[in-house]
Protein backbone atom coordinates (compact mmCIF):
# COMPACT_ATOMS: atom_id res chain seq x y z
CA UNK A 1 0.00 0.00 0.00
CA UNK A 2 0.94 3.58 -0.78
CA UNK A 3 2.05 5.78 2.36
CA UNK A 4 -0.81 7.81 2.37
CA UNK A 5 1.42 11.14 2.46
CA UNK A 6 2.16 10.30 -0.70
CA UNK A 7 -1.25 9.56 -1.85
CA UNK A 8 -2.45 13.57 -0.43
CA UNK A 9 0.45 14.85 -2.23
CA UNK A 10 -0.95 12.99 -5.66
CA UNK A 11 -4.50 13.96 -5.12
CA UNK A 12 -3.08 18.06 -3.69
CA UNK A 13 -0.64 18.52 -6.71
CA UNK A 14 1.98 19.49 -4.35
CA UNK A 15 4.76 16.63 -4.91
CA UNK A 16 7.67 17.06 -3.09
CA UNK A 17 8.54 19.99 -4.02
CA UNK A 18 11.31 19.21 -6.57
CA UNK A 19 9.72 20.67 -9.44
CA UNK A 20 9.90 23.87 -8.22
CA UNK A 21 12.74 26.13 -9.49
CA UNK A 22 13.84 29.79 -8.44
CA UNK A 23 15.54 32.52 -10.41
CA UNK A 24 14.99 32.74 -14.34
CA UNK A 25 17.38 32.31 -17.05
CA UNK A 26 19.47 35.96 -18.39
CA UNK A 27 16.70 37.22 -21.08
CA UNK A 28 19.62 38.77 -22.90
CA UNK A 29 20.22 35.74 -24.68
CA UNK A 30 17.20 33.81 -26.10
CA UNK A 31 19.01 31.08 -27.89
CA UNK A 32 20.57 30.71 -23.73
CA UNK A 33 17.46 31.26 -21.85
CA UNK A 34 15.83 28.21 -24.03
CA UNK A 35 18.74 26.07 -23.31
CA UNK A 36 19.08 26.49 -20.06
CA UNK A 37 14.99 25.99 -19.34
CA UNK A 38 15.22 22.28 -21.42
CA UNK A 39 18.40 21.38 -19.36
CA UNK A 40 17.42 22.42 -15.73
CA UNK A 41 14.00 20.21 -16.44
CA UNK A 42 16.07 17.28 -18.15
CA UNK A 43 18.36 17.20 -14.86
CA UNK A 44 15.58 17.57 -12.21
CA UNK A 45 13.48 14.92 -14.35
CA UNK A 46 15.14 12.41 -15.91
CA UNK A 47 16.08 10.31 -12.67
CA UNK A 48 12.82 10.28 -12.39
CA UNK A 49 11.77 8.59 -15.79
CA UNK A 50 12.01 4.88 -15.64
CA UNK A 51 12.79 2.74 -18.75
CA UNK A 52 10.17 -0.34 -18.36
CA UNK A 53 11.13 -3.78 -19.94
CA UNK A 54 8.07 -5.89 -20.09
CA UNK A 55 7.84 -9.58 -21.57
CA UNK A 56 4.15 -10.22 -22.63
CA UNK A 57 3.04 -13.81 -24.22
CA UNK A 58 2.24 -13.26 -27.75
CA UNK A 59 0.67 -15.78 -30.45
CA UNK A 60 1.71 -19.22 -30.62
CA UNK A 61 2.85 -19.40 -27.04
CA UNK A 62 5.89 -17.50 -28.39
CA UNK A 63 7.20 -14.57 -25.74
CA UNK A 64 7.66 -10.99 -27.07
CA UNK A 65 9.61 -8.11 -25.73
CA UNK A 66 8.31 -4.51 -25.12
CA UNK A 67 8.21 -1.81 -23.44
CA UNK A 68 8.13 2.07 -22.44
CA UNK A 69 8.56 4.50 -20.10
CA UNK A 70 7.09 5.30 -16.45
CA UNK A 71 7.56 8.66 -14.02
CA UNK A 72 8.25 7.85 -10.49
CA UNK A 73 5.47 9.14 -8.09
CA UNK A 74 6.53 8.05 -4.73
CA UNK A 75 10.04 7.09 -3.34
CA UNK A 76 8.81 3.45 -2.21
CA UNK A 77 8.07 2.82 -5.89
CA UNK A 78 5.47 3.32 -6.85
CA UNK A 79 5.84 4.52 -11.21
CA UNK A 80 3.06 6.14 -13.46
CA UNK A 81 2.90 4.70 -17.18
CA UNK A 82 0.43 3.68 -20.12
CA UNK A 83 -1.75 1.22 -19.96
CA UNK A 84 -0.77 -0.30 -23.22
CA UNK A 85 2.70 -0.57 -22.21
CA UNK A 86 1.87 -3.45 -19.33
CA UNK A 87 -1.11 -4.70 -21.25
CA UNK A 88 -0.88 -8.62 -21.64
CA UNK A 89 2.17 -8.71 -18.56
CA UNK A 90 1.89 -8.54 -14.73
CA UNK A 91 5.81 -8.04 -14.04
CA UNK A 92 8.89 -6.52 -15.62
CA UNK A 93 11.78 -4.57 -14.89
CA UNK A 94 12.41 -0.61 -14.26
CA UNK A 95 15.88 0.93 -15.02
CA UNK A 96 16.92 4.51 -14.57
CA UNK A 97 19.92 6.39 -15.77
CA UNK A 98 22.11 6.18 -12.21
CA UNK A 99 22.03 2.56 -13.50
CA UNK A 100 19.95 1.24 -10.90
CA UNK A 101 17.37 -1.38 -11.94
CA UNK A 102 14.68 -2.97 -9.96
CA UNK A 103 11.72 -5.58 -10.51
CA UNK A 104 8.11 -4.20 -11.28
CA UNK A 105 5.10 -5.56 -10.47
CA UNK A 106 1.91 -3.81 -11.99
CA UNK A 107 -0.38 -2.84 -9.02
CA UNK A 108 -3.17 -1.36 -11.10
CA UNK A 109 -4.81 -0.82 -14.75
CA UNK A 110 -7.49 1.35 -16.45
CA UNK A 111 -7.38 0.86 -20.25
CA UNK A 112 -9.77 3.32 -20.49
CA UNK A 113 -7.61 6.33 -19.63
CA UNK A 114 -4.42 4.38 -20.83
CA UNK A 115 -2.92 5.10 -17.58
CA UNK A 116 -1.42 2.07 -15.22
CA UNK A 117 0.58 2.13 -11.78
CA UNK A 118 3.34 -0.15 -11.31
CA UNK A 119 5.76 -0.87 -7.96
CA UNK A 120 9.06 -1.31 -8.10
CA UNK A 121 11.39 -3.34 -5.27
CA UNK A 122 13.44 -0.88 -4.57
CA UNK A 123 13.30 2.44 -2.88
CA UNK A 124 14.64 5.65 -2.45
CA UNK A 125 13.51 6.81 -5.65
CA UNK A 126 13.29 10.29 -7.48
CA UNK A 127 9.59 11.17 -7.27
CA UNK A 128 8.63 13.71 -9.90
CA UNK A 129 5.97 16.94 -9.25
CA UNK A 130 2.80 16.17 -10.79
CA UNK A 131 1.37 19.77 -12.29
CA UNK A 132 -1.93 20.93 -13.36
CA UNK A 133 -2.68 20.29 -17.06
CA UNK A 134 -5.69 23.18 -17.05
CA UNK A 135 -3.11 26.00 -16.70
CA UNK A 136 -1.65 24.70 -20.43
CA UNK A 137 -1.60 27.07 -23.17
CA UNK A 138 -1.56 26.56 -26.67
CA UNK A 139 2.22 27.61 -27.57
CA UNK A 140 3.87 27.20 -24.09
CA UNK A 141 6.84 25.09 -23.70
CA UNK A 142 7.45 21.43 -23.01
CA UNK A 143 9.49 19.14 -22.74
CA UNK A 144 8.91 15.06 -23.27
CA UNK A 145 11.18 12.69 -21.52
CA UNK A 146 11.57 9.14 -22.26
CA UNK A 147 13.02 5.89 -23.47
CA UNK A 148 12.67 6.01 -26.88
CA UNK A 149 13.61 2.95 -29.42
CA UNK A 150 15.59 1.98 -25.78
CA UNK A 151 17.45 5.20 -25.67
CA UNK A 152 17.40 5.74 -21.71
CA UNK A 153 17.09 9.33 -20.70
CA UNK A 154 16.31 10.83 -23.95
CA UNK A 155 14.79 14.37 -24.38
CA UNK A 156 12.89 16.22 -26.49
CA UNK A 157 11.14 19.98 -26.66
CA UNK A 158 8.36 21.73 -28.51
CA UNK A 159 5.22 23.42 -27.74
CA UNK A 160 1.37 22.81 -26.80
CA UNK A 161 0.14 22.84 -30.09
CA UNK A 162 -3.48 21.96 -29.24
CA UNK A 163 -5.38 21.56 -25.86
CA UNK A 164 -8.75 19.71 -25.32
CA UNK A 165 -8.52 17.18 -28.36
CA UNK A 166 -9.84 13.66 -27.14
CA UNK A 167 -8.25 9.77 -27.84
CA UNK A 168 -10.32 7.46 -28.13
CA UNK A 169 -9.83 3.94 -25.89
CA UNK A 170 -11.35 0.40 -25.44
CA UNK A 171 -11.81 -2.18 -22.59
CA UNK A 172 -13.23 -5.37 -23.94
CA UNK A 173 -16.48 -4.26 -25.81
CA UNK A 174 -16.13 -0.85 -23.81
CA UNK A 175 -15.07 2.19 -25.71
CA UNK A 176 -14.47 5.67 -24.44
CA UNK A 177 -12.89 9.17 -24.68
CA UNK A 178 -10.79 10.76 -23.16
CA UNK A 179 -11.09 14.26 -23.19
CA UNK A 180 -9.07 17.36 -22.78
CA UNK A 181 -5.74 15.47 -23.81
CA UNK A 182 -2.44 17.16 -24.98
CA UNK A 183 -1.09 17.83 -28.39
CA UNK A 184 2.28 18.22 -28.51
CA UNK A 185 4.77 18.90 -31.46
CA UNK A 186 7.84 17.39 -29.15
CA UNK A 187 8.96 14.66 -31.09
CA UNK A 188 7.38 10.86 -29.25
CA UNK A 189 9.07 7.86 -31.06
CA UNK A 190 8.30 4.23 -29.73
CA UNK A 191 9.02 4.16 -26.20
CA UNK A 192 7.95 7.27 -25.54
CA UNK A 193 4.96 5.84 -24.04
CA UNK A 194 4.40 6.18 -20.52
CA UNK A 195 7.25 9.06 -20.38
CA UNK A 196 6.54 12.27 -18.95
CA UNK A 197 5.51 15.41 -20.37
CA UNK A 198 6.64 18.39 -18.34
CA UNK A 199 6.09 22.34 -18.36
CA UNK A 200 8.89 24.92 -17.94
CA UNK A 201 9.21 24.04 -14.03
CA UNK A 202 10.21 20.79 -14.45
CA UNK A 203 6.50 19.57 -13.27
CA UNK A 204 4.87 16.53 -15.23
CA UNK A 205 1.32 17.80 -16.92
CA UNK A 206 0.92 14.59 -18.95
CA UNK A 207 2.02 11.00 -19.51
CA UNK A 208 2.69 10.91 -23.24
CA UNK A 209 0.59 7.93 -25.10
CA UNK A 210 0.55 8.63 -28.81
CA UNK A 211 2.25 9.24 -31.95
CA UNK A 212 -0.23 10.57 -34.73
CA UNK A 213 1.04 10.46 -38.27
CA UNK A 214 2.84 8.29 -40.68
CA UNK A 215 6.51 6.73 -39.57
CA UNK A 216 8.32 6.93 -36.33
CA UNK A 217 8.94 10.40 -35.29
CA UNK A 218 6.57 11.73 -37.61
CA UNK A 219 3.40 14.30 -36.86
CA UNK A 220 2.05 15.07 -33.32
CA UNK A 221 2.25 13.24 -30.01
CA UNK A 222 -0.51 12.81 -27.82
CA UNK A 223 -0.54 13.08 -23.79
CA UNK A 224 -2.84 11.92 -20.98
CA UNK A 225 -3.33 15.10 -18.79
CA UNK A 226 -2.22 15.48 -14.97
CA UNK A 227 -5.55 17.17 -13.41
CA UNK A 228 -8.25 16.15 -10.77
CA UNK A 229 -9.68 13.29 -13.05
CA UNK A 230 -6.66 11.41 -13.53
CA UNK A 231 -5.34 12.29 -10.39
CA UNK A 232 -8.34 9.94 -8.44
CA UNK A 233 -8.16 7.64 -10.98
CA UNK A 234 -3.80 7.25 -10.34
CA UNK A 235 -5.05 7.30 -6.55
CA UNK A 236 -7.56 4.42 -7.16
CA UNK A 237 -4.86 2.26 -9.12
CA UNK A 238 -2.52 2.54 -6.29
CA UNK A 239 -5.07 1.93 -3.57
CA UNK A 240 -7.31 -0.45 -5.04
CA UNK A 241 -5.71 -1.93 -8.36
CA UNK A 242 -8.68 -0.82 -10.43
CA UNK A 243 -10.65 2.25 -10.93
CA UNK A 244 -14.64 1.81 -11.05
CA UNK A 245 -17.04 3.99 -13.25
CA UNK A 246 -20.49 4.74 -13.17
CA UNK A 247 -22.47 3.50 -16.55
CA UNK A 248 -25.54 5.66 -17.81
CA UNK A 249 -25.50 4.17 -21.31
CA UNK A 250 -25.39 6.96 -24.16
CA UNK A 251 -23.41 8.69 -26.17
CA UNK A 252 -23.49 12.39 -26.81
CA UNK A 253 -21.44 15.61 -27.99
CA UNK A 254 -21.77 19.10 -26.98
CA UNK A 255 -24.44 21.50 -28.42
CA UNK A 256 -25.00 24.89 -28.21
CA UNK A 257 -28.70 25.42 -26.71
CA UNK A 258 -31.57 27.79 -27.64
CA UNK A 259 -31.16 31.64 -26.65
CA UNK A 260 -34.06 31.02 -24.71
CA UNK A 261 -32.65 28.05 -22.65
CA UNK A 262 -29.76 29.34 -22.66
CA UNK A 263 -30.84 32.57 -21.11
CA UNK A 264 -32.38 30.66 -18.90
CA UNK A 265 -29.65 28.27 -17.23
CA UNK A 266 -27.15 31.11 -17.64
CA UNK A 267 -24.77 29.04 -20.00
CA UNK A 268 -24.11 28.36 -23.74
CA UNK A 269 -23.89 24.64 -24.07
CA UNK A 270 -25.19 21.42 -23.05
CA UNK A 271 -24.93 17.72 -23.71
CA UNK A 272 -27.09 16.53 -26.61
CA UNK A 273 -27.98 12.87 -26.39
CA UNK A 274 -26.88 10.65 -29.79
CA UNK A 275 -27.38 7.73 -28.62
CA UNK A 276 -29.53 5.38 -25.78
CA UNK A 277 -28.34 1.98 -25.20
CA UNK A 278 -30.88 -0.82 -25.44
CA UNK A 279 -31.79 -1.95 -21.10
CA UNK A 280 -29.11 0.49 -19.93
CA UNK A 281 -29.76 3.00 -17.46
CA UNK A 282 -30.42 6.04 -19.34
CA UNK A 283 -33.12 3.91 -21.21
CA UNK A 284 -34.95 2.50 -18.16
CA UNK A 285 -34.71 6.81 -16.90
CA UNK A 286 -36.36 7.82 -19.75
CA UNK A 287 -33.58 9.12 -21.99
CA UNK A 288 -34.06 10.10 -25.89
CA UNK A 289 -32.07 10.33 -29.01
CA UNK A 290 -31.85 14.52 -29.19
CA UNK A 291 -32.65 15.18 -26.00
CA UNK A 292 -30.44 17.85 -24.55
CA UNK A 293 -28.76 17.14 -20.79
CA UNK A 294 -28.47 20.71 -18.82
CA UNK A 295 -27.68 19.05 -15.53
CA UNK A 296 -26.75 15.98 -13.88
CA UNK A 297 -27.32 15.08 -9.99
CA UNK A 298 -26.60 19.25 -9.87
CA UNK A 299 -23.41 19.70 -11.97
CA UNK A 300 -23.78 21.45 -15.04
CA UNK A 301 -23.42 19.61 -18.54
CA UNK A 302 -21.76 21.72 -21.25
CA UNK A 303 -19.39 18.85 -22.65
CA UNK A 304 -19.24 14.93 -22.41
CA UNK A 305 -16.33 15.53 -20.19
CA UNK A 306 -18.51 16.96 -17.58
CA UNK A 307 -20.35 13.87 -18.00
CA UNK A 308 -17.76 11.41 -17.78
CA UNK A 309 -16.50 13.63 -14.72
CA UNK A 310 -19.13 12.76 -12.02
CA UNK A 311 -19.58 8.96 -13.65
CA UNK A 312 -17.13 7.74 -10.93
CA UNK A 313 -17.46 5.28 -8.49
CA UNK A 314 -19.86 7.56 -6.14
CA UNK A 315 -22.51 7.73 -8.63
CA UNK A 316 -22.52 3.65 -9.17
CA UNK A 317 -26.12 2.67 -7.35
CA UNK A 318 -27.40 6.14 -6.78
CA UNK A 319 -30.25 8.07 -8.29
CA UNK A 320 -29.55 10.79 -9.71
CA UNK A 321 -31.34 13.66 -11.09
CA UNK A 322 -30.82 15.07 -14.48
CA UNK A 323 -32.35 17.84 -15.63
CA UNK A 324 -33.11 18.31 -19.56
CA UNK A 325 -34.22 20.17 -22.25
CA UNK A 326 -36.91 18.28 -24.62
CA UNK A 327 -39.81 19.20 -27.15
CA UNK A 328 -39.19 23.25 -25.90
CA UNK A 329 -39.65 22.90 -22.36
CA UNK A 330 -37.32 21.62 -19.00
CA UNK A 331 -38.13 18.21 -17.84
CA UNK A 332 -36.32 16.66 -14.96
CA UNK A 333 -35.71 12.52 -15.06
CA UNK A 334 -33.91 10.21 -12.64
CA UNK A 335 -31.45 7.77 -13.49
CA UNK A 336 -29.66 5.48 -11.42
CA UNK A 337 -26.40 4.87 -13.15
CA UNK A 338 -24.49 0.64 -13.27
CA UNK A 339 -21.20 -0.01 -12.46
CA UNK A 340 -19.24 -0.09 -15.85
CA UNK A 341 -17.79 -3.19 -16.69
CA UNK A 342 -15.78 -4.31 -19.95
CA UNK A 343 -19.00 -5.90 -20.85
CA UNK A 344 -21.31 -3.42 -19.64
CA UNK A 345 -23.49 -2.34 -22.95
Known sequence: MADVRFIEA???GGGNG????DGDPDDGEALDAYSQVITRVAALLTPSVANLRVTRRAWQGQDADGGGSGVVITPDGFILTSAHVMAGTDRGSASFVDGREFGIDVVGTDPLSDLAVVRATGSGL???TLGDARRLKVGQLVVAIGNPLGFAGSVTAGVVSAVGRSLPTRAGSVSRVVENVIQTDAALHPGNSGGALADSAGRVVGINTAVVG??????????VPINDATRRIVVALMTEGRF?????GLAGGP???????????GREAGVEVVQ????SPAAKGGLRPEDLILEVDGVPMSGVDDLQRIMGSEAIGRTVAVRLFRDGRIIAL???PVELTTTTR
Open 10 to 12: ILG
Open 18 to 21: QGRT
Open 126 to 128: TPA
Open 214 to 223: PGVGQGLGLA
Open 244 to 248: RRAYL
Open 255 to 265: RPLPPRVARDV
Open 276 to 279: VVEG
Open 334 to 336: DVT
